[in-house]
């Protein structure tokens, strides 16, 4: 079965500044999904990012980017340029990719991010 | 697109009670799924639907049920809340596409 570790609890960045959330996850497959969900306090979880293991580059979406590490099974999350609007708990998710039917989408337990003024 | 909705936000109910957590989405996707997220805990699968008229149980199923007789509605059914129920619910909904769209969620308190 496939696991997700957020190891990071909580974490706090200056605004402006860069911070990284840590992820690993344990799987045997060799192709599969990997996300970042942005989770406000309106609870809402929204998309941050997301990455296809096939893919040796690594995604970036504005200010957020990965460090995608397929060997060491690692796949943390850069925000550069922090805005108090980032403050919100992280979550990293996992997928496999094998095609039809269900697959089941893991997430780890979160880290809180709090951005200071 | 309203995206995935959910309804109510909030719910208090008492021990025994039963209620149903509503669902919809209006993208057509035909993968629905419920999850619930307890506090300082990553989202757990309830149950989830391939398509209208299939569902199947996710990691912890015990306590609810669900049905889905159209693509776009997907209800969760809670028949005697218990204290252990106290969560917040999320639906969420893909298409072939790995991503999932959430709905805002529902909290629900069993006292």
């Known amino acids: 079965a496939q696991t997700v570790t957020q190891s990071q609890p909580e974490m706090s960045v200056q605004e402006a500044e860069t911070v990284t959330l840590s992820c690993t996850y344990d799987?045997?497959?060799?192709?599969?999904?990997l996300f970042w969900y942005k989770q406000p306090p309106s609870r809402q979880m929204i998309l941050v990012i997301r990455?296809?293991?096939?893919?040796?580059q690594n995604a970036t979406e504005n200010r957020f980017s990965v460090n995608f590490q397929k060997a060491a099974k690692s796949f943390s999350l850069k925000i550069s340029d922090s805005q108090l609007g980032d403050a919100a708990m992280y979550f990293c998710a996992y997928r496999s990719a094998n095609s039809g039917g269900y697959q089941k989408v893991t997430f780890g337990t979160g880290t809180k991010l709090q951005v200071i003024p | 697109n309203a995206g995935v909705t959910q309804t109510p936000k909030f719910r208090i109910l008492k021990i025994g009670q039963s209620m149903t957590l509503q669902c919809t989405q209006d993208?057509?996707?035909?993968?629905m799924y419920w999850y619930r997220q307890d506090p300082g805990m990553g989202l757990k699968l309830i149950y989830y639907?391939?398509?209208?008229?299939?569902?199947d149980k996710g990691e912890v199923p015990n306590g609810y049920n669900v049905s889905r007789s159209t693509t776009e509605d997907f209800p969760l059914r809670l028949e005697l809340a218990a204290p252990s129920q106290t969560s917040v619910y999320f639906c969420?909904?893909?298409?072939?596409?790995?991503?999932?769209?959430f709905g805002p969620g529902t909290r629900l308190t069993v006292l």
């Open positions: 993208m057509n996707h035909n993968y």
């Open positions: 639907s391939v398509g209208a008229g299939i569902t």
């Open positions: 990455q296809e293991a096939y893919k040796q």
């Open positions: 969420a909904s893909s298409y072939r596409d790995p991503v999932a769209y």
């Open positions: 799987t045997s497959e060799s192709d599969y999904y």
